[in-house]
């Protein structure tokens, strides 16, 4: 992590002292949903992330903030997505956020902690990141469980059965300087 700071940067001209803000490339970034019923898996995609990390002095990642529109999310199924803005009560709720509380090194990556907004509950979530250098960047991947019925998100069902309560959000996220 030290040699991704420093070739930041000489490629800045910044000091130790120094926060290095990243920002999220959305042309490379993207944040997605995976969803489950007895009968068929999909996935929603979102390309219009929002996200900044922020590199300490000594070149260690020190926070993440993402944000997103529930609306940008593509499964590929406009009558399913409609119904997932719907069910998520996009009009009310129409951000997904999260922001790191605490973030510390473990075996080949990162735990990161922190406040994950969805459906107009926050709540405390912790999972692992892998990260690695690109050219004058950092890409950061991981993957979030995240239970609906803990966000009070109602859940839809087909032919009488509900989709299951565990979706799993994953992330990859390039970060260049601003």
């Known amino acids: ?41 999909w996935t929603g995609v979102n390309k219009d992330v929002n996200a900044v990390l922020v590199l300490d002095g000594s070149g260690k990642i020190n926070k993440v903030a993402i944000s997103l529109k529930v609306v940008d999310f593509d499964s590929g199924n406009a009558s399913r997505d409609s119904h997932s803005l719907e069910v998520l009560e996009s009009l009310k709720f129409p951000k997904v956020q999260f922001v790191s509380t605490e ?29 690695h250098a690109k050219r004058n960047g950092i890409i950061v991947e991981g993957e979030i469980p995240v239970s609906l019925d803990e966000f009070k998100v109602e859940r839809p069902s087909f032919m009488l059965v509900k989709i299951d309560d565990l979706i799993a959000i994953t992330f990859h996220l390039e970060f260049y300087p601003e």
């Open 103 to 131: 973030i510390s090194q473990m075996d080949g990556g990162l735990k990161v902690k922190g406040n994950l907004t969805f459906h107009g509950l926050t709540k405390m979530v912790e999972f692992p990141v892998t990260y």
């Open 1 to 41: 992590m030290k040699t991704i700071f420093l070739i930041i940067s000489l490629l800045l001209g910044i000091r130790e002292s120094t926060l290095i803000n990243l920002k999220a490339d959305k042309a490379n970034s993207n944040l997605s949903y995976s969803a489950s019923h007895s009968l068929h898996d």
